[in-house]
């Protein structure tokens, strides 16, 4: 296993320039509810209808989503859905976007009719105009396009044939990008690779690569021979072909290929898959990762994309739960520090409209009375967070030589706990902060207390909420168990 913690830290200060076709991608669900009388044709009773930066621009959202900066370079028509692409990216704060403007042209749409249900795709309706950009504006693309190689650490093409990726704007990209010592990944749509000769990679999918190298591309032994002949042709690195729901398959020029199996996954939508496994890709090479690494990183975002709904973008921690062992997942996905932001997994949490809990103490040393009290404060709600007092904060409360163990080491043992769905460290001497913002529907504490005494408890009845008390296990106290260990007689 590689280590997915390293190279999570290295991505984010990864700047990848992307140049491709971009597209308006909506997305009306509904479910066919009749046939209509004036045709034999259904009808679509639509429910709802959501719109998202695709195509090239999804390569873009991709990279910010995972936490690098990506410069983007692509073309948009003097239209309303240019007007709102421009926009949508203006809103995405690791986005630079770089859009050139052409009036003789619309902006690409693309409207799919989904099935809300079964997630089935029934129909799509595009607007566009698949033609190389005209002389001009093709001028006007290089001019915005070169600047910008040498800030960026990796470059990334995303052609879908719309125009933007035209002969002479990859051939400038590609020599420039050579000049400076920069790799340029390529998701190509050409069955002529040789018109992206001189990129680090090339990423067809399994029917784009058929068609280019005319081979059958029907085992992973057909596939590396036929890749051998492509990669000398385009004076390539290495190719990646992508087969869906068998995975992906690696051939680097002169080596042997890597074949990874798709991981397992309920497959809601492949739209966009494609635009998160170049993201993936090329923020992994750029962070100095080697051939393998990008290949199963690839392979985790695109497992990631494939069960959303619509075009998706892929996070950090949804990679990490697809690449980690479930065990490993514990401090990094429950741990939230002092002063860390909670409102990600909260408004989640109420999205859902799952029932939140909370209980607070020092845990200093964890025995079968604080088992019994989380448990307990679990049982009584969906999702339990745990404050957690901070080291200072122990101190104040305990005196000298407490805390025994460090609030990191305090919180992984928390974590690592089934009934623990979040631990929050606090620096204050009492959670009222942290319950503020929370504002639980269950507090919990343990039965020493009363009602009256339980922190926070004016704050979760006002707004509905409840106060539980757990009875507490005799003979079981952190103090109790610290004088022991040190030879006292508490």
């Not at 429950?334 to 409102?343: Q, R, S, T």
């Amino acid at each position: 296993m590689f280590d997915f913690e390293a190279l999570s830290q290295a991505i984010p200060r990864q700047t990848v320039l992307c140049v491709g076709d971009l597209m308006l991608d909506e997305f009306v669900y509904g479910e066919v509810s009749r046939v209509s009388p004036e045709a034999p044709a259904p009808v679509i009773a639509v429910q709802r209808s959501e719109t998202n930066v695709g195509g090239a621009g999804n390569v873009a959202r991709n990279i910010a989503s995972l936490g690098a900066r990506c410069i983007f370079v692509g073309l948009i028509g003097e239209d309303e859905a240019g007007a709102k692409l421009k926009a949508d990216l203006a809103r995405e704060k690791l986005i630079e976007a770089v859009l050139v403007s052409d009036s003789s042209r619309p902006t690409t749409r693309k409207v799919r009719f989904v099935s809300e249900h079964f997630s089935t795709h029934m129909l799509r309706a595009d607007w566009e105009l698949s033609v190389p950009a005209s002389a001009d504006v093709e001028q006007k693309l290089i001019d915005a396009i070169l600047p910008q190689v040498a800030r960026a650490d990796i470059v990334l093409l995303s052609d879908y044939a719309k125009g933007v990726l035209t002969a002479r704007v990859i051939r400038n990209i590609i020599d420039a990008a050579k000049k400076l010592g920069k790799r340029v990944i390529v998701d190509p749509k050409s069955a002529n690779f040789a018109i992206y000769r001189g990129a680090t990679l090339l990423t067809p999918n399994r029917k784009e690569f058929a068609e280019a190298t005319r081979s059958r591309a029907d085992t992973d032994q057909n596939i590396a021979g036929a890749a051998q002949d492509a990669m000398m042709l385009a004076d390539c690195e290495a190719m990646l072909v992508t087969q869906s729901e068998h995975g992906m398959t690696l051939v680097v020029r002169g080596g042997e290929a890597i074949h990874v199996p798709a991981l397992p996954v309920k497959v809601r939508d492949v739209s966009g898959a494609g635009d998160t496994v170049a993201a993936a890709l090329a923020l992994t090479l750029a962070a100095k990762a080697d051939w393998e690494t990008a290949l199963r990183m690839a392979n985790a975002a695109a497992a990631v994309a494939v069960g959303k709904k619509g075009t998706a973008t892929v996070t950090p921690a949804e990679l990490r739960r697809k690449i980690l062992p479930h065990a490993s997942l514990a401090a990094e996905e429950k741990i939230v520090p002092a002063g860390g932001d909670l409102d990600a997994p909260l408004s989640d949490w109420r999205r859902q409209g799952l029932r939140i809990g909370f209980t607070n103490g020092c845990f200093d040393i964890l025995h079968p009375g604080h088992v019994k009290v989380l448990t307990a404060a679990r049982g009584a709600c969906d999702r339990l967070i745990v404050g957690l007092n901070s080291d200072a904060s122990t101190k104040r409360l305990k005196g000298e030589g407490r805390p025994v163990q460090d609030e990191r080491a305090r919180a992984e043992v928390l974590a690592a706990l089934e009934a623990v769905d979040l631990v929050a460290i606090f620096e204050e001497d009492t959670p009222i902060e942290l319950i503020t913002k929370v504002r639980p529907s269950v507090l919990v504490k343990g039965g020493d207390y009363t009602r009256e005494q339980v922190v926070g408890h004016e704050i979760v009845e006002a707004t509905g909420g409840e106060v539980v008390l757990v009875d507490i296990l005799p003979g079981h106290s952190t103090t109790s168990l610290v004088g022991r260990a040190r030879g006292g007689n508490a």
